[in-house]
């Protein structure tokens, strides 16, 4: 394969991040360049794949976790937010064109929530392009997000904020003379291949996908610099409760009822935090429970037999991969969503946050332990999605298309 040069434009979380790691060290291996857009809080977790990075200071906040997204979203939130992250895409453009506008890349590779600015500079540069997803995607007949607008409130389409929004990306398409292309053209532009971090088992509908949307499953490598974290001499099966990178309201008695729920049972606990809570609001820990504002989860989930977690795609990916059946209690619409497939497919266990109690989550861990059908079909997905060599997977298919430039 000819050396090419490859951009990467990604989202400003770990979730998005993250998954594009292995893929970047896996072409850097290959001896292609990589240069990788992103904010300054990941320039060095980035750099360590061999990447050349363009980092840019986010407007988006450095750390999730201190921020709290509402349990009711309303749609003033987003509405806000659409302007935010619209911002936040657009931010490197200026720096990323005068960098690379006489070092034009073989291909670009931008994120389904952060591509703003790599889908404006493939159409102007007429590049070929690849959309990563970290989450569930959507085919002309499968839409698993379609269940949200019944319950979801969409924001007033005259909100000042969705004006905002429809100027600043109108503003920016006429300034990158892009005038000929409507705004609904560039924000549903269909991509000739998208890369989707999920894995093919795990999507619904995924017999309705073509050749288009290449389902590579979760990517997980090298996160050395994140830090290590060892298991205890003394035997114990090891439970990891974690919420993921972002923050949420009411999460001091998510994690009180998990240490109710846990504490006496003869398991070594491993909570993460996040920047909301302390362990002073969880009271005297026993010898058994740890709490730190953030862990290494993969150096967790290694020694795992149970993870209790919010949903997330990208922990709940994680979890399944290292063959530990996880315990959800979803937080946001997207996690709802995550937390019934994790159901439908008898992955695990589901608790709507309405109806967590410490007894609740205390039998749903002690079940999980004494239910081998579920243990096996998670082995069984874990064996499936080591065998799809994930990271391998998205190089050569980024590979086929910078082969088209």
Not at 123 to 131: A, C, D, E, G, I
Not at 153 to 181: E, F, I
Not at 278 to 292: F, Q
Not at 337 to 352: K, M
Request: with cysteine; proline share 7%.
């Amino acid at each position: 394969m000819t050396r090419r040069h490859i951009a990467f434009f990604n989202y400003a979380a770990h979730g998005h991040v993250n998954p594009t790691l292995p893929v970047v060290a896996e072409l850097v291996r290959r001896g292609h360049r990589v240069t990788y857009v992103v904010a300054s809080q990941f320039e060095d977790v980035v750099a360590a794949t061999g990447a050349e990075v363009i980092a840019y200071e986010s407007v988006v906040p450095k750390s999730w976790n201190t921020v709290a997204i509402p349990a009711k979203v309303t749609g003033n939130d987003m509405a806000e937010a659409a302007v935010v992250h619209l911002s936040e895409a657009f931010g490197p453009l200026a720096e990323v064109e005068k960098r690379l506008g006489d070092d034009r890349p073989d291909v670009m590779v931008y994120d389904a929530f952060g591509y703003a600015s790599g889908r404006l500079l493939a159409r102007k540069w007429q590049l070929p392009s690849v959309l990563t997803a970290t989450t569930f995607v959507v085919s002309e007949t499968c839409n698993p997000y379609a269940s949200l607008a019944a319950v979801m409130t969409p924001p007033d389409p005259d909100h000042p904020a969705l004006a905002k929004y429809r100027d600043l990306l109108r503003d920016t398409l006429d300034a990158h003379g892009l005038g000929d292309l409507s705004n609904e053209e560039f924000t549903d532009a269909a991509e000739e291949r998208t890369i989707a971090f999920v894995a093919p088992e795990f999507q619904p509908g995924v017999e309705t996908f073509d050749e288009r949307h290449v389902f590579v499953g979760p990517c997980i490598g090298e996160r050395a610099l994140q830090g290590e974290w060892r298991r205890p001499d003394d035997g114990r099966p090891v439970v990891l409760v974690a919420l993921g990178s972002f923050g949420y309201e009411n999460q001091a008695a998510f994690y009180r009822d998990a240490l109710v729920a846990l504490a006496d049972l003869p398991r070594h606990v491993v909570m993460s935090l996040g920047g909301l809570v302390t362990p002073d609001d969880l009271g005297p820990l026993p010898a058994n429970v740890e709490a730190h504002p953030w862990v290494p989860q993969l150096s967790v989930l290694e020694h795992a037999s149970a993870f209790v977690s919010h949903a997330g795609m990208g922990s709940t990916m994680e979890s399944l991969s290292f063959g530990v059946p996880p315990v959800v209690v979803p937080r946001t619409g997207e996690q709802d969503l995550v937390a019934a497939r994790v159901a439908e497919l008898g992955l695990g266990r589901a608790i709507a946050p309405t109806e967590l109690t410490a007894e609740r989550l205390r039998a749903a861990v002690l079940g999980l332990d004494e239910d081998e059908a579920t243990r096996g079909r998670v082995r069984e997905l874990s064996a499936s999605i080591a065998a799809r060599r994930g990271p391998a997977l998205a190089a050569d298919t980024i590979e086929t298309r910078s082969a088209a430039s």
